[in-house]
């Protein structure tokens, strides 16, 4: 795979992400391929209806006003690899922890594969254990 591509491959990968947090549906919809596979934190791998879902009814519910910067960006054949920072503010209930209005910042990775313009998989990690010492004070 030439250079040009592994930018593409970067440049879609990070585009499914600043989508989600600007609510822009439609384009999320778009990037992301009809046989979409996701897979995070040890739980059961969700198709795409599910992660939109996720994404839109719980992540964006819970939380506003996301900041996400991409500190490291890898890609190597039609994977491309992203370890990330997000700051937000907690204004809904997340997994059972009713809003707190503070800021927090989630930590994590994710490797999405992108194949023919389109991310077709998704593997992520998120610092879960420190969001939530964040919300809760514990």
């Known amino acids: ?71 490291h960006v890898v890609a190597e054949g039609s994977f491309v690899s992203v370890n990330y920072t997000n700051e937000m503010t907690h204004v809904g209930e997340f997994f059972g922890i009713p809003a707190t209005n503070k800021r927090v910042v989630a930590t994590g990775q994710f490797i999405r594969e992108v194949k023919k313009g389109e991310v077709i998989a998704e593997w992520q990690t998120t610092n879960m254990a420190g969001l939530m010492q964040q919300l809760t004070g514990k």
Not at 16 to 26: F, H, V
């Open 1 to 71: 795979m030439n250079r040009d591509q592994l930018e593409e491959n970067k440049e879609l990968a990070l585009n499914l992400s600043k989508a989600i947090m600007a609510g822009e549906w439609d384009r999320v919809e778009s990037l992301i391929s009809n046989d979409f596979i996701y897979e995070a934190d040890g739980r059961p791998a969700i198709g795409k209806p599910e992660y939109i879902g996720f994404m839109k009814n719980v992540l964006c519910k819970a939380f506003v006003d996301m900041n996400m910067n991409f500190l």
